[in-house]
C-alpha cells in the first residue's frame, strides 16, 4: 500500500503563498497519479490539482490555474502544492491522495488518502 503524510498547512492572509508537502511512502512505484483535493466546512470535497506520478504531467482545477503549482520529486517521494494569490475561498481541509489507476481529477479513482493539512486564508 501507499502511506501519504501532508505539512504545511497553516494561516495566511489573503494573497500570501503556502507551500504544501505530501511524503509518500510504500509502493509509490504502482501510484498512477498523486493528487491534491481539498473540502472546506459544509462543502463537498473537490479536485485542486494532480500529477502522474512516472510522466509529470499535470492537471488542474478551474478555480486555481494560474495560482497553484503541482510538483514532484521523484527520489525523496513528495509531492508539492505551492499555492500563490490565495483567497479567503482557498479556505479547507487539503488532502493528498494516490491512484493506483484511472484518474487524475475524480475522487472515486484515488485509493489512498493523507491525514489532511488545514489552510487558512484570512482577508
Known amino acids: 500500500q501507499v502511506q501519504l503524510v501532508e505539512s504545511g498547512g497553516g494561516l495566511v492572509q489573503a494573497g500570501g503563498s503556502l507551500r504544501l508537502s505530501c511524503a509518500a511512502s510504500?509502493?509509490?512505484?504502482?501510484?498512477?497519479?498523486l493528487g491534491w483535493f481539498r473540502q472546506a466546512p459544509g462543502k463537498e470535497r473537490e479536485f485542486v490539482a494532480a500529477?502522474?506520478?512516472?510522466?509529470?504531467?499535470?492537471y488542474y482545477a478551474d478555480s486555481v490555474k494560474g495560482r497553484f503549482t503541482i510538483s514532484r520529486d521523484n527520489a525523496k517521494n513528495t509531492v508539492y502544492l505551492q499555492m500563490s494569490s490565495l483567497k479567503p475561498e482557498d479556505t479547507a481541509v487539503y488532502y493528498c491522495?494516490?491512484?493506483?489507476?484511472?484518474?487524475?481529477?475524480?475522487?472515486?479513482?484515488?485509493?489512498?488518502w493523507g491525514q489532511g493539512t488545514q489552510v487558512t486564508v484570512s482577508s
Open positions: 491522495a494516490a491512484a493506483l489507476t484511472g484518474g487524475p481529477r475524480s475522487e472515486f479513482e484515488y485509493d489512498y
Open positions: 510504500g509502493r509509490t512505484s504502482s501510484s498512477y497519479a
Open positions: 500529477i502522474s506520478w512516472s510522466g509529470g504531467n499535470t
